[in-house]
């Protein structure tokens, strides 16, 4: 039983001072201890009860844990055994036994209610600067990125799949939105399945002028030629500058704080890795920021995070073909 002060209230900072004790308590399971022990003395309600939030619950997917970063317990149910989770395909999540397509995706992910930014959008908004629209990275890592993201919306919305990295197309459905529908076509001309690089290779030709013009379309980027090179250069310049660097700010509070992301940043966070842009959203940032970056990608949510590590791999072979 918790110790209670002479008021009868709970003595919490009994709690306090025994987290803040390194040898009883890993620094990075103190946050979700403290959380634990307050929420222990908050009132339930019988009607609607709450709902855990640990990464070992089993109503909740690996890929979404609420602390990003921290080890997943195996669950455990009465008596301490361990509870199976028997959803479709859960017990080979991450196995290494050839699975097709289709059940990868009843094995689960996000769906299309999840997605509430257009993930090459924010990637495009990630990629440049948000006051003067200038570069932040090579060209073809840009190219390349923004490519994937266009992978990433057919892949959250269920179109496709990515499957021991080939591209496979599960949906026809048109797209609502019209270059995510051009994509898919493009995809669907091509019978059987492709390597992703050679996916991110084809698309990555014109992908920067796309975005940039569904962006403009949108009112969101306004399109300026430099008259003073030769030859002209064209550089978006966003139009609000606060909504510009509002996706670095939205990736960098929750990073740096471990906080939990939707799955649509916990997809655009894989691809600021794979690109090469967690230098600049990260920049100042602890370690451990880094570490929960890098925790996302390796325990993501599986068709994803093989996106981002085949585009990390095609982005390093392509700058350094460009090099030499």
Not at 226 to 242: D, G, M
Request: glycine share 8%; hydrophobic share 35%; aromatic share 6%.
């Amino acid at each position: 039983m918790p110790s209670t002060l002479a008021d009868g209230r709970p003595d919490l900072d009994r709690f306090v001072r025994a987290a803040e004790r390194p040898p009883a308590f890993r620094p990075d399971r103190r946050d979700l201890f403290l959380r634990d022990v307050m929420a222990s003395f908050l009132p339930r309600s019988p009607i609607a009860p709450t709902v855990p939030e640990t990464p070992g619950d089993p109503r909740n997917t690996p890929w979404n844990a609420h602390f990003v970063g921290l080890p997943l317990p195996p669950t455990t149910g009465q008596c301490g055994r361990t509870v199976r989770d028997r959803r479709p395909g859960r017990e080979k999540m991450g196995s290494s036994d050839a699975r097709t397509p289709r059940a990868a995706r009843r094995a689960g992910g996000p769906g299309p209610d999840d997605v509430r930014h257009p993930l090459a959008d924010d990637l495009f908004r990630l990629a440049h600067h948000h006051l003067i629209g200038r570069p932040l990275l090579h060209p073809r890592a840009t190219a390349y990125g923004l490519a994937s993201a266009l992978l990433a919306e057919l892949l959250y919305t269920g179109r496709i799949t990515v499957h021991h990295g080939d591209v496979y197309v599960l949906s026809t459905e048109p797209p609502a939105d019209g270059l995510t529908h051009t994509v898919l076509d493009q995809l669907t001309a091509e019978r059987g399945a492709h390597p992703v690089g050679t996916w991110l290779a084809y698309l990555a030709g014109s992908v920067v002028e796309r975005v940039a013009g569904r962006l403009h379309q949108a009112g969101h980027v306004r399109r300026e030629t430099s008259r003073l090179r030769v030859p002209r250069t064209v550089t978006w310049v966003p139009v609000e500058p606060t909504t510009a660097g509002w996706p670095s700010a939205r990736l960098a509070m929750a990073l740096r704080g471990g906080r939990r992301l939707d799955p649509a940043d916990q997809g655009l966070a894989a691809l600021t890795w794979a690109t090469g842009l967690d230098r600049h959203v990260l920049d100042g940032a602890p370690a451990r920021a880094r570490d929960n970056l890098r925790a996302l990608v390796d325990h993501g949510w599986p068709p994803m995070a093989e996106l981002a590590r085949l585009t990390h791999a095609a982005i390093g072979r392509s700058v350094t073909t460009y090099r030499t």
